[in-house]
């Protein structure tokens, strides 16, 4: 079975622009959750989506948004990017509460 | 709320020691605890999953036990290899349904094998 994908891979953005990041489930996983890891704040929960519907949410502001399609692939989207923005956005896909993580994207914001 | 605390912050060990890693938690309403891996500039690597019925999971050199009502859990690695060295983070999935069963993370443990 294929991991978790997640595109790109590294990314580099300026103050103000927008980004959008993927990632692919595993096969036959529903579930699908963001996270931010920076080296101060740690791992944080942005949100999870399980059959296209948010079903939970961490404390982001509202220029953090996702979406996921009826093939349980995700994106997240982060408009206006401060440089506080600059973490590495891990995605994890889970089935029966077990999750699996992708190799994340490592976003710079400049 | 749920708490999920890690100590130590950090370890260093001479390779071929068997240590032990701890995860404490304040709510022992949990549903399972995970423990992963990362290595630097890496996504995270599932090692063990705890059911929140089961006392300990095992997979080679890796156990990891989990006690409820103490709030704790412990993964002892046995024969430490340099390639051991890596965060390990502990999470703890709440069992409150009114949660969503969120995942709730310690801040992880940086271990370092020495050759």
């Known amino acids: 079975k294929a991991g978790v994908t997640q595109t790109p891979r590294y990314l580099i953005k300026t103050r103000g622009q927008q980004v959008t990041l993927s990632c692919s489930p595993i096969?036959?996983?529903?579930?699908v959750s963001w996270y931010q890891q920076t080296p101060g704040q740690g791992l944080q929960f942005l949100f999870e989506?399980?059959?296209?519907?948010?079903?939970n949410k961490g404390n982001f502001p509202g220029r953090f948004s996702g979406r996921q399609f009826s093939n349980s692939r995700s994106e997240m989207n982060v408009s206006t990017l401060e440089l506080g923005d600059s973490a590495l956005y891990l995605c994890?896909?889970?089935?029966?509460?077990?999750?699996?993580f992708g190799p994340g994207t490592r976003l710079t914001v400049l | 709320k749920q708490e999920v605390t890690q100590i130590p912050a950090a370890l260093s060990v001479p390779e071929g020691e068997n240590l032990v890693l701890n995860c404490s938690f304040t709510d022992s309403a949990i549903y399972n605890l995970q423990w992963f891996r990362q290595d630097p500039g890496k996504g995270l690597t599932s090692l063990l999953l705890?059911?929140?019925s089961q006392r300990e999971q095992t997979s080679g050199r890796l156990n990891a036990s989990l006690d409820k009502s103490s709030g704790r859990s412990t993964l002892y690695i046995a024969a430490s290899q340099p390639g051991d060295s890596a965060t390990y983070l502990c999470?703890?999935?709440?069992?409150?349904?009114?949660?969503?069963?969120?995942?709730?993370w310690g801040a992880g443990t940086k271990l370092i094998i020495k050759p």
């Open positions: 705890i059911q929140s």
């Open positions: 096969s036959g996983h529903r579930s």
């Open positions: 994890a896909s889970s089935a029966d509460r077990s999750e699996f």
């Open positions: 989506y399980f059959s296209e519907t948010q079903r």
């Open positions: 999470a703890v999935r709440s069992s409150w349904v009114d949660s969503n069963y969120q995942l709730i």
